[in-house]
């Protein structure tokens, strides 16, 4: 037993770090664990839990009015904001606590407060300090807004889930999956929503057809969607609403101003100054395939490194640590064919590369694909449309590239994913029985390719 404290001291109890911390306690690792804001980070507070709870409640609206072509005379429906945001509340304080009692029964000591280094084994806490073999840093990363007058009024995915009044009218500046995802849950509750993305198209580094479908069904769905355009500054009226000037000299007028432009690894007042740890050009910590960084004894995982900032990752990167650390298991984190979802509306699954990637990485490519509308909607009455899409290598005949547009993209990518990873080809899909009827039979029938000239990567 080593002369320090701890054997291994977390900084952070989000998913990277509760999984390396409850691990490496399960291993015999003396572990001790410093949050100074909520159990499980992000993704249960903040992120994919709430922000998954209110696209179901967003999906209602939708259901009830297409219900009529099925016999239902659905009554008068009402929206209660309060409602949904206070029940979340409570499933979310639920959730905090199974985490304490997850690190509870593993053995770990729990310590509430921003944790800041004093050397390179050595952390305070309050007034108290700690010394550990070794440091994670899993702190996450937080929600950025650009640095434009007016910035003080606009509020970031962080603020949107406990507003105290709903808002009639929403702009959501951005393109990533955070923007298309509250675009969609608003405008399926009610808000008048509209949503400005600098670039040309949306959702940058997704397969450039799912992209363009995306936007053609969220924009069929009711969002206002504006590309090429940019926030100059924002306003607040005398009434209290938000008059947004764009870089082109128009302007919005609204109640509330979502930023989601990106976020950036939380790191401050960490006591970096004490430490030689190495940081990227975008400010994330460097670290080994091992997680360590540049200071032997400090870890770092999750995203606040230059992975791919999703809560699998994180886990399978706490997990990977302990082993390799604590078990005398070096284990790698297997960072391809990792499959992942957006819950804008409709939902995009997707898992491996985009056909501008597989382009670039093998000589000769099949692409397969199907976009119809989905058998619910024919006498529901929605013309919401599903679009599937198969790339192939040629040589292979491997499939490398799996996209979806539509409803449970997600459930369906992942069984998707299971098979990419094992290597499946073509031919096992064209082998494999359908279940009929259902979307996902699509996969499993295509059977010619889409003849058309090699299009250039991004076009």
Not at 31 to 44: H, Q
Not at 252 to 257: A, E, H, L, Q, S
Not at 266 to 288: A, R, T, W
Not at 335 to 348: L, R
Request: hydrophobic share 40%; net charge negative; aromatic share 10%.
């Amino acid at each position: 037993m080593s002369n320090y404290d701890f054997d291994l001291f977390v900084i952070g109890a989000g998913s990277a770090g509760v999984r390396a911390s409850r691990m490496a306690a399960s291993y015999g690792a003396r572990v001790a664990v410093a949050e100074d804001r909520y159990m499980g980070g992000t993704c249960v507070n903040v992120g994919c839990v709430p922000k998954k709870l209110y696209v179901y409640a967003s999906q209602f609206s939708a259901a009830f009015q297409n219900s009529r072509g099925f016999g239902w005379s659905p009554e008068q429906y009402h929206f209660d904001w309060s409602t949904l945001r206070d029940n979340k509340i409570t499933e979310i304080s639920r959730l905090n606590g199974i985490y304490d009692n997850m690190l509870n029964n593993a053995g770990v000591t729990i310590i509430n407060g921003r944790a800041r280094f004093l050397d390179a084994h050595t952390v305070t806490v309050g007034d108290k300090h700690y010394t550990a073999e070794k440091i994670i840093i899993a702190t996450g990363s937080w929600p950025y807004i650009p640095d434009i007058p007016g910035k003080e009024f606009a509020i970031s995915s962080n603020e949107i889930f406990d507003l105290a009044e709903f808002p009639k009218r929403l702009l959501i500046v951005g393109g990533g999956y955070i923007a298309v995802e509250f675009a969609g849950i608003f405008n399926g509750l009610g808000t008048k929503t509209t949503q400005i993305y600098r670039g040309p198209l949306f959702l940058r580094g997704f397969d450039q057809d799912i992209r363009k479908f995306a936007a053609e069904e969220i924009a069929k769905s009711g969002v206002d969607l504006r590309f090429n355009s940019n926030v100059k500054r924002i306003e607040k009226q005398a009434d209290n609403s938000l008059q947004v000037i764009l870089d082109d000299g128009s302007s919005i007028t609204t109640d509330c101003v979502l930023y989601a432009t990106g976020r950036k690894a939380h790191l401050q007042d960490l006591g970096f100054d004490q430490l030689k740890v190495e940081l990227n050009d975008n400010g994330n910590i460097k670290v080994d395939e091992y997680f360590q960084t540049s200071e032997s004894s400090i870890f770092a995982m999750g995203d606040i490194t230059n992975g791919m900032d999703l809560t699998p990752i994180a886990l399978a990167e706490g997990m990977a640590f302990a082993k390799t650390w604590f078990n005398n298991e070096p284990t790698l984190v297997d960072h391809n064919t990792i499959p992942t979802a957006v819950f804008c509306q409709p939902n995009i699954g997707t898992c491996g590369l985009t056909e501008e990637e597989a382009r670039q990485q093998y000589a000769n490519i099949s692409v397969f694909e199907s976009q119809f509308r989905a058998l619910k909607h024919t006498i529901g009455g929605s013309e919401e449309k599903t679009y599937m899409k198969l790339i192939v290598d040629d040589a292979s005949d491997r499939v490398v590239g799996i996209h979806m547009l539509g409803d449970d993209a997600g459930e369906i990518i992942q069984g998707m994913a299971i098979a990419m990873k094992a290597g499946a080809t073509k031919a096992l899909f064209d082998s494999t029985i359908g279940i009929h009827p259902t979307a996902a039979e699509e996969f499993v029938t295509m059977r010619e390719p889409r003849r058309e000239p090699r299009r250039e990567p991004g076009k």
